[in-house]
């Protein structure tokens, strides 16, 4: 059996063996067919649409990647709550069951703020589903929103290795707090999303296989991957993209680990290369992200350079992807496109 279908039929391979995987072109081809295969017998050609809402960009962190760090000079905004309503009432307009409230750790949303929103959402859209991206926070305040309505947390781990996780963030940050927040989660009964940036600085193949393994570990129902795109103004400004071809790769890889999971293809894969959530969906990605931000405030929510889908309206989005969706091959799933989790026997 090849490294690719030994890699589908155990859904593990032994470090060395994913180390050449990872480091070759070689497999590619096979990769992506197979993994597209997989990701066919579990969700079919459906694609699901997240409705995301970048509602802070204020952070209280200092991440040396991240374009709205605390010391970049940026634009700040924060929407308020009839703001993001009306972002809900479009996407659910669009056909959008899932709204994603995507957020820099910005204080102003204390517990009772936040919880507030959700139960008007909540109230709202009982069909859909609510997705909080705001970072870390105490197991309380994740009961909380979980009890108002929130039922799926987004918070990628960035890097399961101690040394690089150090190397990327101020010493004020851990790796044990963020993967203790993933548990927590878990635990409360969210759908948990995790995830990493492929190519970030300093970055070895030793730490993805690392990163693999941690997600052995949490299984997590959504992994989250795009490449590293440097933003201006922030430690890490002239550091090269990670590789659109490497991160093509990792999703077949995540697709065969993880065939259950709900897979992206991101922004920053569609940043890098004209046709890269296509090609996202084509390696076994079965999850698209349209901005529902209002158009106003997408310019300010610069993560990285030259994010893309900053100056359409929400509905353009939507008709873009719809295109790309289907000259890929896929259909929009209208679904509020729950994880399959496995039923074990
Ligand atoms: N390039 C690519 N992705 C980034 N993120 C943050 N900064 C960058 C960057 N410069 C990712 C992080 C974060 C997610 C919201 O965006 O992985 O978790
Ligand atoms: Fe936003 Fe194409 S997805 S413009």
Redo the contacts with the bound molecule.
């Keep these: 059996m090849s490294f690719v279908e030994r890699l589908r039929a155990e859904r593990d391979l032994p470090d060395e063996e994913l180390k050449t995987l990872l480091e070759t072109d070689r497999f590619d081809e096979e990769l992506h067919k197979t993994a597209d295969e997989v990701r066919q017998s579990v969700y079919g050609k459906a694609v699901y649409l997240r409705g995301l809402i970048e509602f802070t960009n204020y952070c209280k962190n200092d991440?040396y990647?991240?374009?709205i760090r605390k010391s970049n000079k940026a634009e700040r905004y924060r929407l308020t709550k009839r703001q993001i309503l009306d972002c809900c009432a479009q996407g659910y307009a669009l056909g959008y069951k899932t709204f994603v409230l995507?957020g820099g750790e910005d204080p102003f949303f204390t517990d009772d703020v936040l919880c507030d929103v959700i139960a008007a959402i909540r109230s709202l859209y009982s069909d859909c589903a609510i997705t909080l991206?705001i970072g870390e926070r105490s197991e309380e305040s994740y009961r909380l929103f979980f009890e108002s309505g929130a039922n799926r947390f987004l918070l990628?781990h960035?890097t399961a290795d101690e040394n690089h996780y150090s190397v990327l963030h101020p010493a004020v940050m851990s790796l044990s707090n963020r993967k203790q927040c993933l548990f927590n989660l878990k635990e409360i009964g969210y759908q948990v999303g995790t995830?990493?940036?492929v190519g970030s600085p300093y970055q070895t193949t030793r730490n993805i296989i690392s990163d693999l393994r941690f997600m052995q570990s949490l299984s997590p129902d959504m992994i989250?991957i795009?490449?590293?795109?440097?933003?201006k103004g922030?430690p890490?400004e002239s550091f090269p993209n990670?590789s659109v071809e490497l991160t093509l790769r990792l999703i077949s890889v995540l697709r065969l680990m993880f065939p259950h999971a709900l897979i992206p293809a991101t922004t920053?894969l569609g940043t890098l290369h004209p046709q890269g959530r296509e090609l996202g969906l084509k390696a076994g990605a079965n999850v698209v992200m349209p901005n529902l931000s209002p158009v106003e405030y997408r310019g300010k929510y610069s993560?990285?350079n030259n994010k893309i889908c900053t100056g359409e309206e929400s509905a353009q989005c939507k008709d873009c992807l719809k295109r790309r969706i289907e000259s890929a091959g896929y259909e929009i799933s209208d679904s509020v496109g729950n994880v399959k989790r496995e039923t074990v026997k």
């Design positions: 991440c990647y991240c374009g995507q991206s990628r960035e995830g990493f940036m989250g795009g490449p590293f795109i440097p933003a922030t890490f990670g920053a993560i990285y």
